[in-house]
Every structure is written in structure tokens, then in C-alpha cells.
């Protein structure tokens, strides 16, 4: 499942930069996550880093985005593919 921002977001700027895939960005409103590019940090981190550092418990997992560990971990090599 890829991780969803809501709208108790306060507009903090913690979770952006501690997103190793780049996953969050700045929206109309407030942060929003890029499913595609969300692994909730399989890969990288033992928990999703932008949950740890939210200091207003706004960022749960995306019920329409429903991904087992394994297809969490197949995105994140996808991700980090290195070519040429």
C-alpha cells in the first residue's frame, strides 16, 4: 500500500525531504504522496519515514492502493534500478 497524506495536514514540510523516493511533493493544498512512487520505505527504512516524522498523525496507508511487502519491494528495485 503506498502511504496517503490527509487533510489534518498542516503544511509542516517534515516529510518531503525524508522521502528517499521522492514520493512527496507539495499539492494545492496540502503534501500529497505519489503512489507510483511510494514504497512505504520497504527498501530503504524499516518503517515509512514520512509517519515517523509527522507530528500530527496525518499520514496513513492508501486503501486504494492495496501492495504486499513483495510488490512494495519489486517497486522500490524498479525505483532504484541503476542503468547504463
Same mark, same amino acid.
Given at each position: 500500500?503506498?502511504?496517503?497524506?490527509?487533510?489534518?495536514?498542516?503544511?509542516?514540510?517534515? !516529510?518531503?525531504?525524508? *522521502? &528517499?523516493?521522492?514520493? #512527496?511533493?507539495?499539492?494545492? @493544498?496540502?503534501?500529497?504522496?505519489?503512489?507510483? /512512487?511510494?514504497?512505504?520505505?520497504?527498501?530503504?527504512?524499516?518503517?515509512?519515514? !514520512?509517519?515517523?516524522? *509527522? &507530528?500530527?498523525?496525518? #499520514?496513513?496507508?492508501?486503501? @486504494?492502493?492495496?501492495?504486499?511487502?513483495?510488490? /512494495?519491494?519489486?517497486?522500490?528495485?524498479?525505483?532504484?534500478?541503476?542503468?547504463?
Amino acid at each position: 500500500m503506498a502511504m496517503m497524506i490527509t487533510e489534518e495536514c498542516i503544511n509542516c514540510d517534515v !516529510c518531503e525531504p525524508e *522521502c &528517499p523516493n521522492g514520493a #512527496i511533493s507539495q499539492g494545492a @493544498d496540502i503534501y500529497v504522496i505519489d503512489p507510483n /512512487l511510494c514504497t512505504e520505505c520497504v527498501g530503504h527504512y524499516d518503517t515509512p519515514q !514520512c509517519v515517523e516524522v *509527522c &507530528p500530527v498523525d496525518c #499520514i496513513p496507508k492508501n486503501p @486504494d492502493y492495496v501492495e504486499s511487502k513483495d510488490a /512494495l519491494y519489486q517497486k522500490y528495485l524498479n525505483l532504484t534500478r541503476k542503468t547504463g
